[in-house]
């Protein structure tokens, strides 16, 4: 018994290498203090939490006492995907947008004015109207914690506060949005 639960461990591990698997680990940003300007509440506690509990660098609530300031903002969208033979919409399409713009204290550019672009199809039904909304507002939060993981790993990408001429970090457009499905 003991040395079948041993192999299937072994098992188990060897294939989780094999898929290219890697825990997180820790990081290591090139600023020690970082402060957070414009985020909602929400997105402000998940990105000290994150940067917090992944690495060395603590966030300061002052822009003065910081070695980096992160500008973030963030945008909501919601297009009709879908209509059924009536007209009526049947699917949407939720759009999540989070800009963000990172900043040595003196003013030096770490990370360009950058955007990331998220989207979830969402069915509709006028009977479940009050469950579909709920079900956007888990989308939505869906989006804005996966975008927040997304930015600390660009966060990441800065490896000096004092970059060279070309070797900052750039910025990165979202792609071009996919064409609407033909009815």
């Keep these: 018994m003991i040395r079948r639960s041993f192999l299937a461990l072994v098992c188990s ?3 989780l290498a094999a898929c290219g698997f890697q825990l997180r680990g820790q990081q290591d940003y090139a600023f020690k203090r970082l402060a957070i300007v414009g985020a909602a509440p929400a997105v402000a506690a998940r990105l000290t939490r994150m940067i917090e509990g992944g690495s060395d660098t603590v966030v300061v609530k002052s ?8 500008t973030v903002s963030e945008g909501r969208g919601q297009s009709v995907l ?3 033979l009536a007209g009526a919409a049947e699917e949407y399409a939720l759009t999540y947008s989070l800009n963000y713009s990172l900043a040595g204290v003196d003013g030096t550019l770490l990370i ?44 990441s990408t800065v490896h ?5 001429p070309g070797q900052q970090t750039p910025g990165v457009a979202p792609r071009a949005p996919l064409p609407p ?3």
């Design 13 to 15: 591990t060897t294939l």
């Design 181 to 183: 499905p033909p009815l």
């Design 82 to 84: 879908t209509l059924n």
């Design 63 to 70: 822009p003065e006492n910081a070695d980096a300031v992160l």
């Design 112 to 155: 360009a004015p950058s955007s990331i672009v998220l989207n979830r199809a969402m069915t509709y039904s006028v009977t479940y109207a009050l469950a579909k909304g709920q079900e956007s507002e888990l989308l939505y939060a869906d989006m804005q914690n996966d975008a927040v993981d997304q930015l600390t790993r660009r966060l």
């Design 160 to 164: 000096s506060l004092h970059p060279a």
